[in-house]
């Protein structure tokens, strides 16, 4: 293993040179104050894959691991040095200490990726350097859709272990939309007993004709949350939560039809949906409605300590508030002007809720019609332009444009890509995807707070097939949120590729069952299923 297989590649290496350290039976672990999250993932994780006990040892022992913070270093910044000795890494927080960790499991090849030893007794050695590195963003991050295929928990600690492997920081938790309610909230135990169950599904893209007749569903449970939260702190990852509101919401309405437009339909008769694409079945703007969400943010704020709260905002078809009484007395009585200063209306309101409790809104990039919530973030995912208007207006940005890092998308334009949805995009293509679009001032740039790869899993039916999406292609994602690379089009895509061959090596040690370069194994194809591709690429903006 050499210092050119790592990803993402480190903004600085030196070496390797000399014979190397090696890690055995006698390796000793020496964690300084502040480093203990790392201190129990060596021990926990790449003790186990190698068996090695890692006992505690002294400050400055030789043949030992250190781990130091460093207030010279900024905050996930580290450094990784190895000489004959031992290792010692020091990181400006907490964190970059983890980051550099993540570095060293790298560095000792694809048996550290794997939970037990292969080749007991087998020596371990790293390469002797020194390593700097930094991440370029501070939110990289992956959203994870689990209302219209439920991922069970140990799925989710399971991708919280590949979000940190790749210096992953935030996993947006897709938590309800009109397919299903995933969350606990116990005072309204409905939007679990109902709305967390669907009684069939489409197989396929909407226009597919095929359904699963089988029931399908599921939901965490506070505890579950709990457990998901502590284990994501304890990898250096920050989950947001999403409550999308007052579009895709579909499951609540099921569970309350009282939350629905009930003066234009009979919301009782709804169910959770079983099919895919944008409701018309949307909250009714009123009182009852905020107060219900109020509710429903109290609880999610006990569970999710992260700063920012995400509270959808995406595809609220207006009709069904074009046809309610109450509705249009509600935009009268406000004063404002229409149904899409309605929608702002509800989103402000939920911004100073959030802010009045020292947190913050995020929202999809359509919070930006009909005015922006003050202090209010946006994901911009309907390519660049919703984010460049935000960042130009003040706010705060994370790019997704969907033209590029929706992983739901296919990512090659043959025949035998499994249910094939949207615009080809290859891993060359992610690699290749830029997250500060050239329009942004310096200044503007600054609020561009990162990027994020979405994951939405209408055609995903089981974790093989959201592997199959997410990799490699989050290995590429990884490498342009933590590294400052050249322009797309000068960017060493070959060298990349070479990187991977050692990383394919670390994703199967880690089970993951990732789409082959050469195209997808008979098992991971979907013969027959309609998918919708979309042919060739709409303008950037
Ligand atoms: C989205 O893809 N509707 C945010």
Same mark, same amino acid.
């Given at each position: 293993?050499?210092?050119?297989?790592?990803?993402? #590649?480190?903004?600085?290496?030196?070496?390797?040179?000399?014979?190397?350290?090696?890690?055995?039976?006698?390796?000793?672990?020496?964690?300084?104050?502040?480093?203990?999250?790392?201190?129990?993932?060596?021990?926990?994780?790449?003790?186990?894959?190698?068996?090695?006990?890692?006992?505690?040892?002294?400050?400055?022992?030789?043949?030992?691991?250190?781990?130091?913070?460093?207030?010279?270093?900024?905050?996930?910044?580290?450094?990784?040095?190895?000489?004959?000795?031992?290792?010692?890494?020091?990181?400006?927080?907490?964190?970059?200490?983890? =980051?550099?960790?993540?570095?060293?499991?790298?560095?000792?090849?694809?048996?550290?990726?794997?939970?037990?030893?292969?080749?007991?007794?087998?020596?371990?050695?790293?390469?002797?350097?020194?390593?700097?590195?930094?991440?370029?963003?501070?939110?990289?991050?992956?959203?994870?859709?689990?209302?219209?295929?439920?991922?069970?928990?140990?799925?989710?600690?399971?991708?919280?272990?590949?979000?940190?492997?790749?210096?992953? /920081?935030?996993?947006?938790?897709?938590?309800?939309?009109?397919?299903?309610?995933?969350?606990?909230?116990?005072?309204?135990?409905?939007?679990?007993?109902?709305?967390?169950?669907?009684?069939?599904?489409?197989?396929?893209?909407?226009?597919?004709?095929?359904?699963?007749?089988?029931?399908?569903?599921?939901?965490?449970?506070?505890?579950?949350?709990?457990?998901?939260?502590?284990?994501?702190?304890?990898?250096?990852?920050?989950?947001?939560?999403?409550?999308?509101?007052?579009?895709?919401?579909?499951? #609540?309405?099921?569970?309350?039809?009282?939350?629905?437009?009930?003066?234009?339909?009979?919301?009782?008769?709804?169910?959770?949906?079983?099919?895919?694409?944008?409701?018309? /079945?949307?909250?009714?703007?009123?009182?009852?409605?905020?107060?219900?969400?109020?509710?429903?943010?109290?609880?999610?704020?006990?569970?999710?300590?992260?700063?920012?709260?995400?509270?959808?905002?995406?595809?609220?078809?207006?009709?069904?508030?074009?046809?309610?009484?109450?509705?249009?007395?509600?935009?009268?009585?406000?004063?404002?002007?229409?149904?899409?200063?309605?929608?702002?209306?509800?989103?402000?309101?939920?911004?100073? =809720?959030?802010?009045?409790?020292?947190?913050?809104?995020?929202?999809?990039?359509?919070?930006?019609?009909?005015?922006?919530?003050?202090?209010?973030?946006?994901?911009?995912?309907?390519?660049?332009?919703?984010?460049?208007?935000?960042?130009?207006?003040?706010?705060?940005?994370?790019?997704?444009?969907?033209?590029?890092?929706?992983?739901?998308?296919?990512?090659?334009?043959?025949?035998?890509?499994?249910?094939?949805?949207? =615009?080809?995009?290859?891993?060359?293509?992610?690699?290749?995807?830029?997250?500060?679009?050239?329009?942004?001032?310096?200044?503007?740039?600054?609020?561009?707070?990162?990027?994020?790869?979405?994951?939405?899993?209408?055609?995903?039916?089981?974790?093989?097939?959201?592997?199959?999406?997410?990799?490699?292609?989050?290995?590429?994602?990884?490498?342009?949120?933590?590294?400052?690379?050249?322009?797309?089009?000068?960017?060493?895509?070959?060298?990349?590729?070479?990187?991977?061959?050692?990383?394919?090596?670390?994703?199967?040690?880690?089970?993951?069952?990732?789409?082959?370069?050469?195209?997808?194994?008979? =098992?991971?194809?979907?013969?027959?299923?309609?998918?919708?591709?979309?042919?060739?690429?709409?303008?950037?903006?």
């Amino acid at each position: 293993m050499t210092f050119e297989q790592l990803i993402p #590649a480190p903004a600085r290496a030196e070496g390797p040179g000399g014979d190397g350290f090696v890690l055995d039976a006698s390796t000793t672990l020496w964690a300084g104050p502040g480093t203990q999250t790392t201190e129990h993932w060596l021990r926990g994780t790449l003790g186990a894959a190698l068996r090695l006990p890692l006992a505690p040892g002294a400050e400055g022992a030789p043949g030992s691991v250190a781990l130091r913070l460093d207030s010279e270093l900024e905050a996930e910044a580290y450094r990784l040095t190895v000489t004959g000795d031992g290792v010692e890494i020091r990181g400006g927080t907490a964190a970059g200490v983890f =980051w550099g960790a993540q570095t060293l499991r790298q560095l000792l090849g694809a048996a550290a990726f794997r939970r037990a030893p292969i080749a007991p007794g087998r020596e371990y050695t790293v390469p002797q350097g020194v390593i700097e590195d930094a991440p370029r963003f501070g939110w990289r991050g992956m959203m994870l859709d689990v209302s219209r295929h439920f991922t069970p928990k140990e799925g989710v600690l399971r991708y919280l272990d590949l979000l940190a492997a790749h210096k992953l /920081n935030v996993f947006h938790f897709h938590l309800t939309d009109d397919q299903g309610w995933r969350l606990e909230i116990k005072r309204y135990p409905k939007l679990t007993e109902v709305g967390a169950w669907r009684s069939r599904t489409k197989w396929g893209h909407r226009q597919s004709e095929l359904w699963d007749e089988k029931p399908h569903g599921g939901f965490y449970t506070q505890d579950d949350i709990r457990e998901i939260v502590a284990y994501a702190d304890s990898l250096h990852i920050t989950v947001v939560p999403e409550i999308d509101i007052p579009g895709h919401s579909q499951a #609540a309405i099921a569970a309350y039809p009282e939350l629905g437009n009930t003066d234009v339909i009979d919301t009782a008769a709804l169910g959770v949906w079983d099919t895919w694409g944008v409701t018309p /079945n949307v909250l009714a703007p009123n009182d009852h409605t905020l107060r219900f969400y109020e509710g429903v943010f109290e609880e999610v704020l006990e569970l999710f300590p992260s700063t920012f709260i995400h509270v959808g905002g995406d595809e609220c078809p207006k009709e069904q508030w074009k046809d309610s009484a109450a509705a249009q007395a509600r935009i009268e009585e406000l004063g404002v002007s229409n149904e899409d200063e309605l929608q702002s209306w509800f989103i402000r309101h939920f911004d100073k =809720w959030l802010s009045a409790r020292g947190r913050r809104l995020i929202g999809w990039d359509e919070i930006l019609e009909g005015g922006l919530a003050e202090g209010a973030a946006v994901s911009s995912w309907r390519g660049y332009s919703g984010g460049i208007a935000a960042a130009q207006a003040g706010h705060d940005v994370v790019m997704c444009p969907e033209q590029h890092v929706y992983l739901d998308h296919r990512q090659h334009g043959g025949p035998d890509e499994p249910v094939p949805i949207g =615009w080809v995009r290859t891993l060359e293509d992610v690699y290749r995807f830029e997250p500060v679009p050239a329009q942004l001032s310096a200044e503007e740039a600054e609020h561009v707070l990162g990027t994020q790869a979405n994951v939405w899993t209408e055609v995903m039916e089981s974790h093989g097939r959201v592997d199959y999406q997410v990799f490699p292609r989050l290995a590429a994602f990884a490498e342009v949120a933590w590294r400052t690379l050249p322009a797309p089009a000068e960017r060493d895509f070959a060298d990349f590729e070479r990187r991977m061959t050692a990383h394919y090596a670390r994703l199967d040690a880690l089970g993951v069952d990732y789409r082959p370069p050469g195209g997808p194994l008979p =098992w991971q194809q979907r013969p027959g299923v309609g998918g919708r591709p979309i042919e060739g690429l709409p303008p950037m903006v």
